[in-house]
């Protein structure tokens, strides 16, 4: 069973930005799609962004389009969301989730990490 691990969350103003880590571990990570989704209060879970499996393009949530970039590094298993010009309706839990190519969703999640935009 896979586990991913998010971190890099913390407290920034607005305008500022912040990286997000997520460690993958427990299963092969070339052909890993890896999502970054967030929530905060009271409200849905929120699309961020997707790094596909490797080579393919990335995708972009529409409320973060523009000022975020998602990346990965097959050798550290690792997928990083860069967030800039940061709003404090960014602020959320933000986790990130993991399936193999092949399948449809997203089965394995992270803990969260928190990002708050201070105004």
């Known amino acids: 069973q896979e586990q991913l691990v998010e971190s890099g969350g913390g407290l920034v103003q607005a305008g500022g930005s912040l990286r997000l880590s997520c460690v993958v571990s427990g299963r092969p990570f070339s052909r890993y799609v890896v999502a970054w989704f967030r929530q905060a209060p009271g409200e849905e879970r929120d699309f961020v962004a997707a790094?596909?499996?490797?080579?393919?393009?990335?995708v972009i949530g529409d409320s973060v389009k523009g000022r975020a970039t998602i990346s990965r590094d097959n050798a550290k298993n690792t997928v990083y969301l860069q967030l800039n010009s940061l709003k404090p309706e960014d602020t959320a839990v933000y986790y990130c989730?993991?399936?193999?190519?092949?399948?449809?969703?997203?089965?394995?999640w992270g803990q969260g990490t928190q990002v708050i935009v201070s105004s």
């Open positions: 989730a993991g399936r193999a190519a092949h399948e449809s969703k997203f089965g394995s």
């Open positions: 790094s596909m499996w490797s080579g393919s393009r990335p």
